[in-house]
């Protein structure tokens, strides 16, 4: 197969379903490619010396899928990546489990290495995803993204 053959994706996908690392980097395999990067974000049992048993995420869908296109758009713009997968879970997420996977795939592994780290941080400054920490003892929090551009500094 040709690079003329196989044209490059981005696959995008918001769900309330446990994700699959496997489903996600399978989406990137190509014959072209000699490098798949993932990132995958998963939930902690601890922040700030408090138990965490699960998060709970919520997103502005319309928006937070229209700017993970720019993301993917800006990746390949900067790097010569083949094919992008970006998986989001919305809900309740618990323990171990994974918030977000990221893959890229790319003829050699710098490029796909270097966007997968640049897709992380962009979707945490700039997608309209909301998280909710729950703790053991029954409370909870939403937390603001110390990364997205509309926090303000306190």
């Known amino acids: 197969m040709n690079e003329v053959e196989e044209k490059s994706k ?3 996908k ?3 379903e446990k994700l699959s ?5 399978q989406l990137v395999i190509s014959p072209l490619c ?11 049992n601890n922040f700030e010396g408090k138990k965490v048993i699960s998060l709970e995420y919520e997103a ?20 010569p990546v083949r094919h992008i ?19 890229v795939s790319s003829a050699h592994r ?18 309209p995803i909301w998280k909710k920490e729950i703790y053991e003892e029954s409370s909870s929090s ?10 303000t500094s306190d």
Do not use: Q
């Open 14 to 16: 918001f769900t309330s």
């Open 60 to 79: 502005y869908l319309p928006m937070a899928e229209n700017e993970i296109r720019k993301i993917c758009s800006d990746m390949r713009e900067k790097w």
């Open 34 to 44: 000699g490098a798949i990067s993932l990132f995958v974000g998963t939930t902690r």
């Open 110 to 127: 710098a490029a796909s290495l270097e966007a997968v780290s640049y897709a992380i941080d962009a979707l945490k400054a700039r997608v």
């Open 142 to 151: 939403w937390k603001r993204n110390k990364e997205c551009f509309w926090a």
């Open 10 to 12: 981005d696959t995008i």
């Open 85 to 103: 997968a970006v998986f989001h879970r919305l809900g309740l997420v618990p323990v171990t489990e994974a918030s977000v996977i990221i893959a």
């Open 21 to 25: 690392v496997d489903e996600v980097s």
